[in-house]
């Protein structure tokens, strides 16, 4: 017998296999999460449903479902990159899970790497889902699928950059707060369900810098109006995606 032929060989995994098992854990993790899947799936849901099917909010000329479908898939991102990451990374950070696995064989940036890779399963996911239902409720919807794909990749690099900011800045209870405040106050002056012409000629140009009012606009100018690339929504996204990455590189906190 080959002296050694049983013996355990010690050492970390490839990187790619140990960034791909600590995706696969961050997804199973938050698909299982009831808070998590409220704001990821039933809530866009629910409201996809309810003012396509009902006249309360006047989005203009066309069918309601044309207006709200790019809105609600903008809001998704939110819920998931921003939301979801900021209170999820929020809690791991104060029950020192961040700090145990920053001194595993898994480099930081490996780890940053995995969650992004949970939130883009996460949201594709999402997509999806609303997709089929926006169907079924009529949609029609027009544009290159580059520029939509474009969009939604950008803007999750913009809403992850400041879910993780928050995360890494603030206490895990501000950061539950504060993270569902922004998603309501964002959901209603956004562009999301309300046409931002409804808060003036100032409140449309302020509020079009948003992250997400950039998202829903440059979508429904794809999928609604058969545009092509929204070039200045883009722009706002990377410009808040460049500023939210680096400042949270720069002051997030693992401890």
């Known amino acids: 017998m080959t002296t050694g032929t049983y013996t355990p060989k010690p050492g970390a995994a490839p990187l790619p296999r140990m960034?791909?098992?600590?995706?696969?854990l961050e997804t199973r993790m938050l698909l299982r999460n009831g808070e998590q899947l409220l704001l990821t799936v039933v809530i866009?849901?629910?409201?996809?449903?309810?003012?396509?099917?009902?006249?309360?909010?006047?989005?203009?000329?066309?069918?309601?479902?044309?207006?709200?479908a790019p809105g609600v898939l903008a809001l998704a991102v939110m819920s998931t990159a921003f939301t979801g990451q900021a209170i999820a990374t929020g809690f791991e950070r104060r029950?020192?899970?961040?700090?145990?696995?920053?001194?595993?064989?898994?480099?930081?940036?490996?780890?940053?790497?995995a969650k992004t890779a949970s939130v883009l399963v996460t949201e594709v996911l999402q997509v999806v889902l609303l997709t089929v239902i926006a169907f079924a409720l009529g949609w029609s919807p027009h544009g290159n699928p580059a520029a939509v794909v474009l969009l939604l990749v950008v803007g999750t690099a913009a809403f992850s950059g400041l879910g993780l900011l928050m995360a890494g800045t603030l206490k895990a209870e501000a950061t539950l707060a504060a993270a569902n405040l922004v998603f309501l106050l964002l959901l209603v002056g956004g562009g999301v369900i309300v046409p931002l012409e409804k808060f003036g000629s100032a409140g449309e140009r302020i509020l079009g810098?948003?992250?997400?009012?950039?998202?829903?606009?440059?979508?429904r100018d794809v999928l609604q109006h058969g545009a092509g690339m929204p070039w200045g929504d883009l722009g706002i996204l990377a410009a808040w995606a460049v500023v939210g990455l680096a400042a949270a590189g720069r002051f997030f906190r693992w401890e």
């Open 95 to 113: 029950y020192g899970v961040l700090k145990r696995l920053a001194s595993s064989p898994l480099p930081r940036w490996g780890l940053m790497t």
């Open 19 to 24: 960034i791909a098992a600590q995706a696969a």
């Open 44 to 68: 866009p849901t629910l409201l996809l449903t309810l003012f396509s099917s009902v006249d309360i909010v006047d989005t203009g000329k066309g069918e309601a479902v044309d207006f709200l």
């Open 209 to 219: 810098l948003l992250p997400i009012s950039a998202l829903s606009d440059g979508l």
